[in-house]
């Protein structure tokens, strides 16, 4: 009976020392800047949209 409290301290000590050696990864990623430019987009829009209001309405201009 007094082998079971040394078995177990050494197995905790073991545990302890495998936790100890295990590698850490760290990622670090930087910030990306991204630069666009929506006007394109916007105009493309406003012109779908003008084209579908003159068709609603021919006598506009």
């Not at 760290?26 to 430019?37: G, N, T």
């Not at 829009?45 to 084209?51: C, S, Y």
């Amino acid at each position: 009976m007094t082998r079971k409290p040394l078995t177990v301290a050494l197995l905790g000590l073991a545990f302890v020392g495998v936790a100890a050696c295990t590698p850490t990864i760290r990622l670090q990623v930087d910030p990306i800047q991204i630069y666009a430019k929506l006007d394109a987009d916007v105009r493309v829009r406003l012109d779908k949209e003008l084209q579908d209001l003159l068709v609603e309405n021919p006598n506009l201009f």
